[in-house]
DNA sequence: AATGACCAAGTGATCAGATCACTTTCGTTC
DNA sequence: GAACGAAAGTGATCTGATCACTTGGTCATT
């Protein structure tokens, strides 16, 4: 339909924003390495700064760079990323939350087995540390950062299964509106259970065992879902 | 960290968006329809026309909405989406061009399972339009339209499934990469099989069989992946 | 009356240069 | 050696103008 062929008339715009990445693609910049002043930029490519900035809005609004006031140009933290939450995400309906977490119940078993059969060293640590973090704030009763850990823990797990692609999809759904799916998962509420359900998917996943990986992680949001459910049902 | 709690000093741009986006709510504007233009929005806002530019580009990165050139700032397709393809994505590696293809090849079976389960209506009639449709381009021969066709046919059992966020997501990774995407699947090829394959699933799906949606899902996007790893093997 | 070319208003695109606000660094001072 | 402060660098925003594209209507032609 739109993409279909046909010459796309290029706005300097696009030409400008596809330039800046192929510079940084170039200079082979990673995430937080500081770029070009605005300034520079216009010069280089003969164009004028507001229409720089505009093209930097356009690649700040994917993470692809972050512009620091006062301090300058830097490489933002999803370039080169596929898929992207929506950081311009409206409040969600319940109706609307609650299709967010059956998607996150329907994606993350089978990436659970997956990272259960693939087992990518870093993030099975990075799993630990989380696991350790949260019983640690389990004991200080800080519960605030103990639902953030809880969400980390299920992108590292994401990550351990070597599939970036995946694990940008898993970031996705854990990073729109946390706000409210943190809220609803606070009505779920069982910290201590969370914990060892968390520790349990840890051992499957660290144990190479995918198919009870899966069974664990599926439980595991199925088992908030249910909650939830009932909870909405009859306040 | 950068989203730990503490006053964040929004800017200037930050309040601009979120107030654009917040008249496009509260006139109830849909996707396609005209909104204000540059001058007119600077005006209300008080701010300086560069200004509103920068927070409207920050907004088109996102789909939410789009401006046209003499005619005027529409409202974009992707307004009130929760995850988004990054519009920037770089040409990827063929490793990562495989990653994405196992990514779809883990999230959709599920979601044919889950589809076949909620039949929504609409998404039914769309999925027999894309395959009538393929049907044809087979016949004409038409083999970029048909590839592009194949691809739809995805997102609609995705939509079938009745959950938004899951077709986000599923749209996400059949956008990303298009072009690529369709040059590995080409190398996959059989095109009269894969028409075979999409219209069993259709048919799985429309009986209510989710076990069944789910494996021939399965199986049809493995069976690409297997074609595909081959020819990477032994070229 | 239907059709086509053309013109004018509205609107986005881009430019130029200036000023304000914030961060960082480095020399100065205690 | 540490705390302070000034200056340089850089992003943020403004002003106002000109160019380029789209669109709707006018008007002559047929």
């Known amino acids: 339909m739109s993409t279909s062929g046909g010459v796309v008339r290029r706005s300097l715009l696009d030409d400008l ?3 800046m990445l192929a510079l940084i693609a170039d200079r082979k910049l990673a995430s937080g390495d500081q770029f070009e002043s605005v300034r520079s930029l216009a010069d280089r490519f003969k164009v004028a700064v507001p229409t720089v900035r505009e093209a930097l809005r356009r690649l700040e609004a ?6 620091r006031h006062g301090s300058g140009v ?9 898929v992207l939450p929506n950081p311009l995400a409206p409040t969600p309906s319940s109706d609307r ?10 994606i993350e078993p089978p ?3 997956l990272a ?9 640590q990075r799993m630990d540390r989380d696991l350790t973090a949260a019983a640690e704030l389990i004991a200080s009763g800080d519960h605030a950062q103990l639902a953030e850990v809880n969400m980390d823990f299920h992108r590292s797990l994401a990550q351990a299964s ?14 729109v509106n946390v706000r409210e799916q943190l809220e609803i998962l606070h009505i779920h509420g069982d910290r201590q259970t969370d914990l060892d359900e968390h520790r349990a998917i ?3 996943v660290l144990a190479g065992d995918p198919e009870l990986a899966e069974r664990l992680t599926r439980e595991h949001l199925d088992g908030v879902l249910a909650v939830i459910n009932d909870r909405l049902q009859q306040p």
Chains 1, 2 share one sequence.
Request: no cysteine.
């Open 74 to 82: 830097y490489v933002g933290p999803h370039i080169g990323r596929l």
């Open 116 to 124: 259960a059969r693939v087992r990518t060293e870093a993030a099975l």
């Open 111 to 113: 990436v659970a087995a």
């Open 97 to 106: 939350l609650i299709e967010l977490l059956q998607a996150r119940a329907l």
């Open 17 to 19: 924003a596809a330039s």
């Open 162 to 175: 070597g599939n970036a692609t995946l694990a940008e999809v898993v970031e996705s759904v854990t990073v």
């Open 202 to 204: 840890h051992a499957a």
């Open 62 to 67: 994917t993470g692809a760079v972050e512009l």
